[in-house]
């Protein structure tokens, strides 16, 4: 079997249920936050009225604030680390949000290959003809980043990226965007807070698909940026209101309720992850494993744990339509974060013929055979036999 390393301390998330569970002063004391079900907030008088007007802090309609919504975005950005968050209704919305809050026609975005596919393709279909430029690098290499920094308007990052879960050196690329006065964001659903605190490596704006890990229960689709808050000022001032795409007060509600589960769920999603990680990487059938746990951390490794979610090549003795269909236990589906275990082989996504519209699977050389599955609650062991009887039926 594959050394783990280094080895990780077991952390008990002192901070993070300091933060969830702190004593709150709902309204009648209310042991859960209520729900805000309303779209307006009136005003007592005219006098009043005029002073939000001329500016004055205060609750007035649902796609602005919302207390059910301001409790989960509180919670997000204390366990970030950061000043001030803003939820929105996909973590989609969360992503457009932040960029187009910062770019302009003409501006130049530095993101890593192999990004989130539906981030490529706003990137691409939405903001290219716009007249927005996307550099593609290698975020595993400081001077490929350094180089293509020099005036690039935002550094846009995920670590580790998705499908080949490559590793960045967060510190070391948020110092070189410094020096280049180039904003960074991040996006950090894979590692949940609980495993990697950007803001703590210098990243400014820090972006979840709240509808994966924080939410936890395949039961929402949600997006949250925190950040400085100065900066979540202009997403508040420029496309969080106009955009619109504001996160519904239950949502906001069932996010609560699952961020508290956070420190219980993470660890079973990590050592599931893992151990099959493991057990994959040492099947015949298997030719390469990207999980970022089964490759050595760098001693400024900004990981402390590691998501569920990893992929896998299998050989070409494998009919990876068959393996699918073979699969008991583990469900054929998108998305991730849930109870369930999850998985999608990346050749349905692949087109069979060369599309007009760029293609982030084709384009960084990722194979046809590269599986990606996301590790549930489920025992390990019902997972494991799974998957080896349906590899076993799957050999051509
Ligand atoms: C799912 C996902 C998103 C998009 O979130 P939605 O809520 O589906 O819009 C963004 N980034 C990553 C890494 C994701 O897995």
Do not use: C
Request: aromatic share 10%.
């Amino acid at each position: 079997m594959t050394h783990l390393s280094p080895p990780l301390p077991h952390p008990d998330f002192t901070a993070a249920r300091e933060i969830l569970f702190a004593r709150t002063d709902y309204a009648t004391n209310a042991a859960a936050p209520p729900i805000f079900q309303t779209s307006l907030f009136s005003f007592d008088t005219y006098e009043d009225m005029a002073a939000v007007f001329a500016g004055e802090p205060r609750l007035v309609y649902s796609r602005g604030d919302n207390p059910t919504v301001m409790e989960f975005e509180s919670l997000t950005a204390a366990l970030e680390g950061a000043e001030a968050g803003r939820a929105f209704s996909s973590g989609m919305a969360a992503i457009a949000a932040v960029v187009m809050a910062f770019v302009q026609a003409g501006d130049r975005v530095v993101t890593v290959r192999n990004v989130y596919g539906d981030a490529f393709k706003l990137f691409e279909k939405l903001l290219v003809p716009l007249g927005v430029r996307f550099d593609y690098i290698d975020g595993t290499d400081p001077e490929a980043v350094a180089a293509a920094l020099p005036g690039a308007r935002l550094l846009y990052l995920e670590n580790p990226t998705t499908l080949t879960f490559e590793e960045q050196d967060l510190s070391a690329l948020t110092a070189l965007a410094r020096q280049h006065g180039v904003i960074t964001a991040i996006d950090n659903s894979w590692a949940t807070p609980l495993y990697q605190q950007p803001v703590r490596h210098g990243v400014d704006l820090v972006i979840h698909a709240a509808s994966k890990y924080l939410g936890g229960y395949s039961d929402t689709v949600a997006g949250v940026v925190v950040g400085r808050k100065e900066l979540i000022d202009r997403i508040n001032g420029l496309t969080y209101p106009y955009l619109g795409a504001k996160l519904s007060p239950f949502e906001a509600f069932l996010l609560t309720r699952g961020l508290r589960s956070l420190p219980l769920r993470m660890p079973l999603h990590m050592a599931g992850g893992l151990e099959i990680a493991a057990r994959l990487a040492a099947h015949d059938d298997v030719e390469q494993v990207f999980h970022p746990g089964l490759r050595p951390g760098g001693a400024n490794r900004s990981l402390t744990g590691f998501g569920g979610v990893f992929s896998f090549e299998v050989s070409p003795a494998i009919d990876v339509p068959r393996f699918a269909n073979a699969l008991r236990h583990i469900r054929l589906g998108v998305s991730w974060g849930g109870p369930e275990s999850l998985l999608v082989p990346l050749k349905v996504a692949v087109p069979a013929t060369p599309s007009t519209v760029p293609n982030p699977f084709s384009r960084f050389g990722i194979s046809p055979r590269l599986i990606r599955l996301a590790v549930g609650l489920e025992p390990v062991e019902s997972l494991w036999e799974d998957l080896s009887t349906a590899l076993t039926a799957a050999r051509i």
